[in-house]
């Protein structure tokens, strides 16, 4: 989500493919127990319901940059409340469409300096209500004190991220094996889900790998080896990132990974969010 460059059209058609030739076409449902003996094993360490009427800002704070370079952060409106609101029990993260300006206005708050961890496993519950061609809303880790300076050495880790009206999410890495230069993401299409109802999606951060999940089940796992464990940039802590980013109409030439709006009609976009937990195994301080 950090930075988006053209190699990534090429990834995206892999992905996409990869998630058309799959054997395993069973939609990804919500589990309707939890596994309480893995469970057992883990210790909750960071909690937020979004029970009150505006986010904790002793757990988040508005992303204050915007880059007109840069695709996923180009329309971001920092404190803007009715693009992070919290109402019904849930943050409701937006994006919407400037008639005036013919522009896009997205959401976005992030967890850095308040709350980051190194280890453990984290959990987002969230579903999308409103949605269309241009939606881009993301779940995604950035490192709080990088091992190694500047993107993608610093390492980015995209818990969910969903492109249009998309059936399926994307659960990507990235990283480099040398200075600036990108090692080519695995395709990392899920299966089907039904995003009108709330699912959880998340990942278990460990020393030697990430092990992405969807509703509790694995979908894919990064392993650290002789090519990406040359520069692993995971052995520290990472702050949350949540947001609605949303392409414009096209004529900016910044290159936005769903595509361009054709339609404005449908604005505002919205994921609800109605949780985020962290654990951590009972044995880790």
């Avoid at 996409?16 to 919500?30: G, H, T, Y």
């Avoid at 919290?86 to 008639?99: E, F, I, K, P, Q």
């Avoid at 709080?144 to 492109?163: F, H, K, S, T």
Wanted: hydrophobic share 35%; glycine share 6%.
């Amino acid at each position: 989500m950090h930075i988006k460059t053209h190699n990534l059209i090429i990834w995206a058609v892999m992905a996409l493919s990869f998630a058309a030739c799959s054997k395993d076409n069973d939609p990804i449902v919500p589990e309707e127990e939890e596994n309480t003996e893995t469970q057992q094993e883990w210790s909750l360490v960071f909690e937020d319901n979004f029970d009150g009427t505006a986010y904790d800002t002793q757990n988040w704070s508005s992303y204050q940059t915007q880059s007109w370079s840069s695709a996923w952060n180009r329309y971001v409106v920092p404190n803007d409340a009715s693009l992070a609101e919290v109402s019904d029990g849930a943050l409701h993260m937006r994006a919407r469409w400037n008639d005036e300006t013919d522009l896009p206005e997205t959401g976005a708050i992030q967890s850095v300096g308040k709350y980051s961890f190194t280890y453990g496993k984290l959990e987002v519950r969230a579903k999308f209500t409103r949605s269309g061609k241009g939606a881009w809303p993301a779940i995604w880790l950035m490192p709080q004190n990088a091992v190694y300076n500047g993107w993608p050495d610093c390492g980015e880790i995209d818990v969910m991220e969903r492109l249009n009206n998309d059936a399926f999410v994307y659960q990507v890495i990235h990283q480099s094996a040398s200075p600036g230069q990108e090692l080519k993401p695995a395709p990392s299409a899920t299966k089907s889900i039904d995003l009108n109802e709330y699912n959880t999606y998340g990942i278990i951060k460990s020393e030697n790998k990430i092990e992405f999940q969807v509703n509790g089940k694995t979908t894919f796992t990064h392993v650290k080896n002789a090519v990406n464990g040359t520069r692993w940039p995971y052995e520290t802590d990472f702050y949350i990132i949540l947001n609605y980013a949303c392409a414009d109409k096209g004529d900016s030439g910044v290159y936005f990974w769903p595509g361009s709006v054709t339609d404005t009609t449908g604005f505002p976009y919205e994921m609800a969010i109605d949780y985020v937990k962290v654990w951590q195994l009972k044995d880790v301080e």
